[in-house]
């Protein structure tokens, strides 16, 4: 195991949350671990690690080989029966979960909704299925609540706006819901940038995640961080225009790339005016040269056009296409097609573009991931531990 040394203080020490976070990246580690990896003095190291283990931030896991005769104990992060609450909306349902530390999902629910409602009516049911699912558990503490939208997400404040998508919603009409019902710490984002986080593969891994469902969005993670933009429309593709004078956009404007690639674009060629799903969409895509197949091909050279200036902006490892749309292999296939021709070569080099999870999954690991960041950030651990000494 190798240990990387931690930045120290001026006074030779690491504070108690970069402490944490050095244990709960590793995996737990002795004292003698902990001594050579950070520098600091034994009292100041038993000193932080004794109002950790106080706060219930980490335990004395099993006994390691004995070293001179004495044994020493892993130090452990203590994430025995944390849990997250997470709620992954979409336009038409949510899906609603409870998972542990990491994101893995141990109990959840899909609700289905029109979220054009007002904001009561979508957000109320999802409360109560997520008491509901909380009730479920024994022993168990809840950590935080995330939850992401189909719309921008103001960053800092969770606020929310989008005149298409959820017209009537006052801005804080989510933080506001969320942390009435649950006293704990809340993280709301796009649900694009949710499932980014939640599809990379490393902490260094920079990808341009595509969902393409009912409608249209992007998120941008650059080697672990979130791209949200000044005002938390970072990668808010869908109303590009492509053409001036394109088909009309839900948005009101004509031209747009929703108009073109989104589900409800294909759908609505595919029966007229009446809504086909994005369930429906997919199941018909199986069938080769079929009319859906057709309309697909053409949605997918119009979206890789679209992204080629993003993809040589940001010059990703990867970019993936996630959504019921957007993770069909023939539009993967075209995609992938319309990007390589259309960026340089020494973009191209390398790049790897594949489908991701068709679901919710990785907006719900990704918000899970938010929520664990955001409650043991080092600067949140020294506050916790700050709080406690003053008090
Ligand atoms: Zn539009």
Redesign the pocket.
């Known amino acids: 195991m190798t240990v990387e040394r931690m930045p120290a203080s001026p006074g030779g020490a690491t504070s108690h949350g970069h402490l944490l976070e050095l244990i709960r990246s590793a995996d737990g580690l002795s004292r003698q671990q902990l001594l050579s990896a950070t520098g600091m003095s034994r009292a100041t190291l038993y000193e932080r690690l004794e109002a950790l283990l106080r706060h219930g931030f980490v335990y004395e896991a099993e006994s390691l080989e004995a070293t001179g005769g004495r044994r020493s104990r892993r130090i452990r992060f203590d994430n025995r029966g944390r849990v997250i609450l997470v709620f992954a909306l979409g336009q038409t349902h949510a899906t609603v979960a409870v998972t542990d530390t990491e994101g893995f999902p141990l109990r959840s629910v899909t609700v289905q909704h029109d979220i054009s409602g007002p904001s009561d009516q979508v957000l109320s049911p999802l409360i109560g299925a997520g008491k509901s699912l909380l009730g479920q558990g024994t022993g168990e503490v809840l950590t935080g609540v995330g939850v992401s939208l189909p719309t921008p997400v103001e960053a800092g404040t969770g606020f929310v706006a989008h005149a298409?998508t959820i017209p009537e919603w006052r801005p804080d009409a989510v933080t506001k819901a969320f942390s009435q019902a649950w006293h704990v710490p809340l993280v709301v984002e796009n649900d694009a940038r949710a499932a980014a986080l939640g599809e990379r593969k490393s902490d260094s891994e920079t990808i341009v995640y595509v969902k393409v469902a009912t409608g249209i969005g992007c998120g941008i993670v650059v080697e672990g961080s979130i791209l949200r933009g000044a005002h938390g429309a970072a990668g808010d593709i869908?109303?590009i225009r492509i053409a001036d004078n394109g088909p009309l956009?839900?948005?009101?404007?004509h031209g747009?790339l929703?108009?073109y690639s989104s589900g409800r674009a294909i759908a609505a060629q595919l029966d007229g005016d009446s809504y086909v799903s994005p369930d429906a969409v997919r199941e018909a895509a199986r069938v080769p040269d079929s009319q859906v197949s057709q309309l697909l091909a053409a949605a997918a050279d119009v979206l890789g056009r679209a992204l080629a200036a993003t993809i040589t902006t940001i010059n990703p490892d990867r970019l993936v296409l996630g959504g019921k749309i957007g993770s069909i292999a023939g539009m993967v296939d075209r995609v992938r097609a319309r990007v390589l021709a259309d960026v340089a070569d020494r973009i191209a080099d390398g790049l790897i573009v594949e489908a991701g999870d068709p679901g919710d999954d990785s907006a719900i690991h990704g918000l899970a991931t938010l929520v664990m960041r955001q409650v043991f950030a080092p600067e949140a651990i020294d506050g916790a531990v700050a709080d406690f000494l003053a008090s």
């Not at 956009?249 to 404007?253: N, S, T």
């Open positions: 298409t869908g109303h956009c839900r948005c009101g404007r747009c929703a108009a």
